[in-house]
């Protein structure tokens, strides 16, 4: 076991730039039950320093690499089994780093359906392959003539059995399927093609009806594209490398060849090379271009995930709007416009539903029964849903603001667009029903647009990550996969900002290190109970969270206020005498010395040091006095919309307008400007240099000022720009599913129909290769 956790650390260590004694010491702390965000906030002295997005990728990697153990014991105890493990084989199995290589290497002696090859020994043909392997002089045909008996009526029979059994050698050759692929990666083209009769009802695939790029350099959200099309059945797709070839003799038909030293010289050797080239187009094609799509999609699922986790992040640590009242929209037309009213903390104070659109256009009720509400509960903030009637919404909120009386007392509200994404899940949710049992699902859309204002990350956690849809094709992924991401980005979130202890959700208080649903259930009963909690150490009284939740959770906690001020920081409790010391050394009160920046700064922080205790986690506690329970957070600010530009109708290019980034992909930003419809910012449109990687520029949340370049009403596409010169549209190659506009759905954060579709609809022997294990 030491010797396998040595060899694993020795690995991940090169793939996260540290030392294989780093990554071990985080892989027993890992072992222990540490998460991710208590070891790279307070065991920087045990791991050396590694951050969260290092230990992120060890965690991802120890789980592979321990998963390739067990299954390279599982085939090391099949092969022993079957008496035919040898040294060398032994030698390979443990050199293999990857699940493709021991497959490969497992692949002769894998138990599989009585084969062909399995036939043709069985009738004695084995014989006639080694012997036409051994006699390359000899004629074939000549030597099958031997071999011929009632089972064997003819030469063909007996030649078609011996190719049977050198095919199925050649094509478990680990070394030449490892030399294959190589080729292959290197060389393939994918080819995309619109199936006959499609083009009508597969449009929006237009950019790949006749499309050919190089295997290896497909994009991501390109890939993703063509699978999709693939998958709704409009395209087809195909792998090949030696389709432009001339030669009569094809590069992969020749190192199947090789693989048997065939020289083309004798009457074997030819028999051979055909035998080669049958082996390569009936069996090694086919399978080894199955491999390449199912990589190809594993690749642009990982980038997909990468994306949709990044701009999850983005949206998490949004700028929250802070403790004011606020006042939620959630637009509606025949249905109402539901109205709900919550107070700094983000207690529900009052519902009600307008309806100041058709049928019933009772626009002055409505904006009499707004105006009401805004001063009874002196609302300072109006969040407006992005869905169905929001600018409709938006502007009989402006003309209502307008029309207000100012006073000293009571300053107009602001109002801001927000994202509705997930607050319809939200609403059904079970959460939701515990919150509000006796509310209508309607009116809790309300309450969680209102409360994401106030706080992003608080409201937001309560949604499952999947349904906040700032992803690109997020439902054609791997959905385990992405959820596990997603829920690390999650977790990474929620404690990178802390939580307050007496004021915190369950939701919430779920996400924090070290605790899960139930006790964070538990904390908020015996909150309600016993009341607020005075210190961290309280946490302790709480039904089963023992003394190691606390060491995971309790740096992370906070109270504001508190018997002890540290708890309102930081700080570790385990850290606290540490913390002592330094305001000792300041001959100063706790309370007065936190925030001093000069007092601080004027320590030497290696006087503090002690045998527990390192550098880094003494600075951390300076940094923390000096500006304790900081947020990460950016400040506040919103997007003013153009007067006058409602629909896509509306826009004409050349327009100047500013708007909030709503997802950033690969392939560029999409931002909301305020007509129901995300316009594209191109990679290329992003800046007036080289932008590589878009999240270079921008990140969700962001306000920009844009430039209407091209619109296409009809398909429901805007393209952008945020270059000083105003750009130029992006060049079709560029557009469409590489970056389709219309692929964010504009309502209520739902996957559109199209999204939901699972890879289901291909052929059987490829669906059967696709399919997920």
Excluded at 27 to 54: H, M, N, S
Excluded at 191 to 199: L, T
Excluded at 284 to 310: P, Q
Excluded at 484 to 501: I, K, P, Q
């Amino acid at each position: 076991m030491a010797d396998d956790i040595k060899s694993i650390a020795a690995l991940i260590a090169g793939e996260i730039k540290a030392r294989p004694e780093q990554v071990a010491s985080a892989v027993e702390l890992l072992d222990e039950g540490a998460t991710v965000p208590f070891i790279a906030r307070y065991r920087k002295e045990v791991t050396g320093g590694l951050d969260d997005t290092q230990l992120r990728t060890l965690a991802e990697r120890l789980t592979y690499l321990r998963e390739l153990g067990a299954r390279r014991g599982s085939i090391v105890e099949s092969i022993t089994g079957q008496g035919k493990m040898t040294g060398e084989l032994m030698d390979k199995i443990f050199a293999a780093t990857t699940k493709a290589e021991l497959e490969d290497l497992y692949l002769p002696y894998k138990p599989k359906r009585r084969t062909r090859a399995e036939i043709a020994r069985e009738k004695g043909l084995g014989l006639l392959a080694d012997a036409i392997l051994a006699d390359r002089a000899s004629d074939p045909a000549k030597l099958a003539e031997a071999y011929l008996k009632e089972d064997v009526p003819d030469v063909k029979t007996a030649l078609e059995g011996a190719r049977d059994i050198v095919a199925e050698a050649m094509s478990e050759n680990a070394e030449l399927l490892k030399t294959l692929r190589t080729y292959l990666k290197d060389k393939a083209w994918l080819y995309a093609k619109v199936v006959d009769g499609k083009q009508a009802v597969g449009e929006k695939f237009a950019d790949y009806f006749d499309h050919s790029e190089r295997w290896a350099t497909v994009p991501g959200h390109r890939a993703l594209a063509m699978l999709r099309g693939w998958n709704e059945e409009v395209l087809t797709l195909a792998i090949e490398a030696d389709k432009d070839e001339t030669a009569a003799i094809k590069p992969a038909q020749r190192m199947v060849a090789n693989a048997y030293e065939v020289k083309a010289k004798g009457p074997a050797d030819q028999w051979l090379l055909d035998v080669a080239g049958w082996t390569w187009r009936v069996k090694l094609s086919t399978s080894l271009s199955l491999d390449l799509m199912r990589e190809l999609r594993e690749r642009a699922e990982e980038e997909a995930i990468h994306v949709f986790a990044r701009n999850l992040k983005d949206l998490l640590l949004a700028a929250p709007a802070g403790s004011r009242p606020t006042m939620g929209l959630d637009p509606g037309i025949r249905t109402g416009v539901k109205v709900a009213v919550v107070d700094g903390t983000g207690k529900l104070l009052e519902t009600s539903t307008v309806y100041p659109f058709q049928p019933k256009n009772d626009l002055r009720g409505a904006q009499a029964e707004l105006a009401s509400l805004i001063r009874k509960h002196k609302v300072e903030l109006i969040a407006i849903g992005n869905g169905t009637a929001s600018r409709e919404t938006e502007k009989l909120v402006a003309d209502l603001l307008a029309a207000l009386p100012a006073a000293a007392d009571a300053p107009k509200p602001t109002k801001v667009i927000v994202s509705e994404a997930g607050a319809s899940v939200y609403s059904a949710s079970e959460t939701a029903a515990k919150e509000f049992p006796g509310l209508d699902v309607s009116l809790r859309g309300a309450v969680s647009i209102a409360r994401r204002l106030q706080d992003p990350l608080a409201e937001l956690v309560k949604i499952e990550p999947k349904s906040i849809g700032v992803g690109q094709y997020q439902h054609d992924v791997d959905q385990g996969k992405l959820g596990r991401s997603l829920d690390a980005v999650v977790e990474d979130a929620v404690n990178a900002v802390g939580v307050d202890l007496n004021t915190a959700s369950a939701p919430l208080l779920a996400r924090v290190s070290g605790l899960g649903g139930s006790i964070a259930e538990a904390i908020v009963s015996h909150r309600d109970q016993n009341g607020p909690f005075a210190t961290r150490k309280d946490l302790l009284k709480v039904a089963r969270l023992g003394a190691r939740t606390f060491e995971q959770c309790a740096g992370f906690l906070r109270i504001p206020n508190g018997k002890e001020p540290l708890d309102a920081s930081a700080v570790h409790p385990e850290a606290y005498g540490v913390a002592k010391k330094i305001v000792a050394a300041c001959g100063r009160d706790l309370r007065t010395l936190m925030g001093d920046s000069a007092a601080l700064k004027s320590l030497d922080p290696r006087q503090f040091v002690d045998e527990k205790f390192g550098l880094p986690t003494v600075k951390d506690i300076l940094s923390e006095l000096e500006k304790p329970g900081r947020d990460p957070r950016p400040s506040f600010k919103t997007a003013t919309f153009a007067e006058g530009v409602n629909e896509i109708d509306d826009l004409k290019p050349g327009m100047l307008l500013e708007g909030t980034v709503t997802n950033v992909a690969a392939f560029g930003a999409f931002v909301d400007i305020g007509v129901h419809q995300d316009g594209l910012v191109h990679v290329s449109q992003l800046a007036d240099r080289f932008i590589k990687d878009p999240h270079d520029v921008v990140k969700a949340g962001d306000v920009v000022k844009v430039r209407v370049v091209e619109v296409d009403v009809k398909r429901k596409r805007i393209a952008l720009s945020m270059r000083k010169d105003g750009g130029e549209a992006p060049p079709p190659s560029m557009r469409d599913n590489r970056g389709n506009a219309n692929m964010r759905h504009a309502g209520k954060g739902e996957p559109r129909k199209s999204e939901q579709s699972s890879m289901g609809g291909l052929g059987a022997a490829l669906a059967e290769a696709m399919r997920r294990k």
